[in-house]
């Protein structure tokens, strides 16, 4: 999910993955993006849904594939884009 080839994260924290009960452990963001991505997400789909536990729009369909991965940004925290402007926080 991340295409920046030095994104910033909020942390160094182990990330778990709460996707329907998944619970893996990973010791950084862009490992969960790609098992996200892999093993949940996939591809060519008929449709794109989230099932992250805890989520307001849980099982609600998206409008595609990329979609589901922005939506995701929101329980991840992943920041795949750097501003290169240093004075700027936003990622």
């Known amino acids: 999910m991340s295409s920046s080839s030095s994104p910033t ?3 160094d924290d182990p990330v778990i993955c709460h ?3 998944c619970n893996l452990t990973f010791t950084t963001l862009p490992e969960l ?5 892999e093993d949940h ?3 060519k789909k008929p449709s794109y849904t989230c099932e992250w536990e805890g989520c307001s ?3 609600m369909q998206q409008q595609s594939r990329f979609a589901l991965i922005a ?3 929101s329980h991840t925290g ?3 884009y750097d501003c290169p402007r240093p004075e700027c ?3």
């Open 9 to 11: 994260y909020p942390n």
């Open 71 to 73: 939506h995701l940004r």
């Open 41 to 43: 997400i996939g591809w």
């Open 89 to 91: 926080e936003k990622s």
């Open 19 to 21: 996707w329907d009960s």
């Open 78 to 80: 992943e920041k795949p």
């Open 57 to 59: 729009r849980k099982s």
């Open 33 to 37: 993006a790609s098992h996200l991505s």
